[in-house]
């Protein structure tokens, strides 16, 4: 008896272990097959419970329109091999999908949706997506996920548990931005059967995957700040069917979920015509091209009128309104007899015009660009500085933190609903470092005259003259602010009859210091550092005449040294003892230089600038 009673007891646990469903990836879609989807209307149907061995009914589900979900290769999505090489690897994605569904993001218009997947069997992974934004232009956006977002982890058992964490950032130049992060957990958390109107299913295995979406998006005109969704996805999949036989969606309201979508598994079937719209752009001005976008469903068949005695009956039209004023569109959609009617109105208003300057011409890292709005009949603006730094004020200003060319756009806009776009590029040339051309020093009695010149566009932001009496340790003397004339010119009257060196410590518009070279000043120079250079400014190919005192009969060396710190001339004249006048040809373009009189070949001892015209 005990024996009988123990195969018994096997007999019946071997039946409940193979009542539970075991889901593979050969259960799954496949490349060519089509699924139809019924969208039911949303009650407070209690879709959570769950357990082993459950019964789930939902045969009185009531549908208002169906999708139609076709699986296809991912080749075959609308890309050439050129336009995007990675769907054209299958050990990238081998799977895709589209319902050919019609929505809106704040200005624009989401159509052509396609999913890719890698399917295999160790799971269903998504991998890509991709869509066509059109607003002004239509675009065909890519997003290649840098990590993966796991559907199903195959073969699929009862308390199966995984996870992932997705995501992709895709930007289109001064026109497009998405970032996503998408985090899923997901457990198979029930098993039994399924009863839907389409039919009864014996070998439901359910899956509650919870989401946490982290989205921010930017189209031009318009910005989403970043979107935390908190949701969770039901899903009732049976061995015989390659797509769940029922998914909904529920919404995480904080005190609970909500449910916001029920869609099942059906037959094909016609519904009644259900009409609407979209239409881009949204403030249109006369003569825009406007772009209707059907979102209707179970329709096929369309009448249009545009409220200004035209009409039209294709699915999706376009229209040109010549003149302001508000119009009311009416769309009929039409299917077996049957009609519904969809009415809006549409504001076309009066067109303003962008437009702006900005100072300075050149700007460089780090300077602040000021943006001066020109715009005509604007009451408002949006800026978007090609950085991704965007301002709404009327006239901005801004900051370059790099080298660069960037679009600068301006929209402006008005309580019409006209809008303008005006774009410029600017070049932000890199801010040089802290360039000497010269520094020098000369005493006269008691008196000791550093002077000192800088390459045009150099950095400084200030000096820091520096003395010492040994050549190592040093002392500050006195802190000089920079200027745009880049000439600098400092006394020291504490030197004494000694031996005294010379540095400056050189401050950057980033806080970063470097020295120049040391000098050093005893006795006095044969040539006095009073150094007249007539006429200056000159024209070009005018004689070049220096006028100078010496103590001595001796030689020298004359240098020009142009803005940019390169030497144009270097020549060794003989000087003699009292004043001293010699002309140089002048052979220079026009701009500005440094002249100096180097002796000893090393010790500059006069400087000047010098100005060709």
């Given at each position: 008896m005990r024996y009988t009673f123990t195969i018994l007891f096997f007999g019946l646990f071997l039946h409940f272990v193979n009542a539970q469903s075991t889901y593979t990836q050969n259960k799954y879609a496949v490349v060519g097959d089509t699924e139809r989807l019924t969208i039911a209307t949303i009650d407070s149907t209690d879709y959570y419970s769950t357990g082993a061995n459950y019964t789930w009914k939902f045969d009185s589900l009531k549908g208002v329109s169906q999708d139609t979900l076709t699986f296809r290769d991912p080749k075959n999505a609308g890309f050439t091999q050129s336009q995007w090489a990675y769907l054209f690897n299958s050990s990238n994605v081998n799977l895709s999908s589209t319902n050919q569904q019609t929505n809106t993001i704040g200005p624009a218009t989401v159509t052509n949706q396609n999913d890719f997947y890698q399917s295999n069997a160790g799971g269903l992974v998504q991998k890509a997506s991709s869509f066509t934004l059109t607003s002004g232009i239509s675009l065909n956006i890519k997003n290649t996920f840098t990590t993966v977002d796991s559907i199903y982890r195959f073969p699929l058992n009862y308390n199966d548990t995984f996870s992932s964490a997705a995501g992709f950032t895709t930007s289109v130049a001064f026109i497009y931005y998405n970032k996503e992060t998408l985090k899923r957990?997901?457990?198979?958390?029930?098993?039994?059967?399924?009863?839907?109107?389409?039919?009864?299913?014996?070998?439901?295995?359910?899956?509650?995957?919870?989401?946490?979406?982290?989205?921010?998006?930017?189209?031009?005109?318009?910005?989403?700040?970043?979107?935390?969704?908190?949701?969770?996805?039901?899903?009732?999949?049976d061995t015989s069917k390659g797509y769940p036989v029922l998914t909904v969606t529920q919404t995480n309201t904080g005190n609970g979920y909500t449910t916001t979508g029920v869609e099942y598994l059906d037959v094909k079937k016609v519904y009644p015509p259900m009409a609407s719209f979209v239409y881009r752009p949204l403030n249109p001005?006369?003569?825009?091209?406007?772009?209707?976008?059907?979102?209707?469903?179970?329709?096929?068949?369309?009448?249009?009128?545009?409220?200004?005695?035209?009409?039209?009956?294709?699915?999706?039209p376009t229209h040109i309104y010549t003149n302001a004023g508000v119009y009311t569109v009416t769309l009929i959609a039409l299917a077996n007899g049957i009609s519904d009617t969809f009415t809006t109105q549409i504001?076309?208003?009066?067109?303003?015009?962008?437009?702006?300057?900005?100072?300075?011409?050149?700007?460089?890292?780090?300077?602040?660009?000021?943006?001066?709005?020109?715009?005509?009949?604007?009451?408002?603006?949006?800026w978007n500085f090609g950085d991704l730094d965007t301002s709404t004020a009327t006239s901005p200003y801004h900051i370059y933190s790099k080298a660069g060319t960037y679009s600068v756009?301006?929209?402006a806009f008005n309580t019409k609903g006209g809008y303008d776009t005006f774009v410029v590029k600017i070049i932000v040339a890199p801010t040089l470092p802290i360039k000497l051309i010269s520094f020098i020093g000369s005493k006269i009695g008691n008196l000791t005259t550093l002077k000192w010149y800088t390459a045009q566009g150099s950095n400084e932001a200030s000096?820091?003259?520096?003395?010492?009496?040994?050549?190592?340790?040093?002392?500050?003397?006195?802190?000089?602010?920079?200027?745009?004339?880049?000439y600098y010119e400092y006394t020291d009257a504490n030197c004494g009859n000694c031996i005294?060196?010379?540095?400056?410590?050189?401050?950057?518009?980033?806080?970063?210091?470097?020295?120049?070279?040391?000098?050093?000043?005893?006795?006095p120079s044969i040539v006095e550092n009073k150094l007249i250079?007539?006429?200056?400014?000159?024209?070009?190919?005018?004689?070049?005449?220096?006028?100078?005192?010496?103590?001595?009969?001796?030689?020298?060396?004359?240098?020009?040294v142009g803005i940019d710190g390169k030497t144009v001339l270097n020549k060794k004249v003989e000087i003699v003892g009292g004043n001293n006048i010699i002309s140089l040809q002048n052979n220079l373009m026009r701009g500005i230089y440094i002249l100096n009189l180097i002796e000893g070949g090393r010790k500059i001892v006069a400087t000047s600038k010098l100005v060709i015209n």
């Open positions: 957990a997901t457990k198979v958390d029930g098993w039994g059967t399924l009863i839907t109107p389409y039919g009864t299913f014996k070998n439901c295995l359910r899956l509650t995957s919870n989401v946490i979406r982290y989205d921010s998006f930017a189209v031009t005109g318009y910005k989403i700040p970043v979107v935390n969704q908190n949701y969770r996805e039901l899903k009732w999949i001005s006369p003569s825009d091209t406007i772009s209707f976008y059907n979102t209707s469903l179970n329709s096929k068949t369309y009448s249009w009128n545009f409220g200004d005695s035209t009409t039209s009956t294709t699915a999706n504001t076309v208003g009066f067109k303003p015009t962008a437009l702006f300057t900005y100072t300075p011409a050149t700007p460089k890292t780090t300077d602040t660009i000021f943006f001066k709005n020109r715009s005509l009949k604007a009451t408002g603006y949006y756009t301006l929209i000096f820091v003259v520096e003395r010492s009496c040994n050549g190592i340790n040093f002392t500050n003397l006195a802190s000089i602010a920079s200027n745009t004339q880049n005294c060196y010379y540095r400056l410590k050189m401050i950057d518009q980033q806080n970063k210091i470097s020295y120049s070279s040391t000098i050093k000043i005893s006795t250079v007539s006429p200056n400014p000159i024209t070009s190919k005018e004689s070049i005449k220096l006028q100078f005192k010496s103590t001595q009969n001796n030689s020298i060396n004359i240098q020009i």
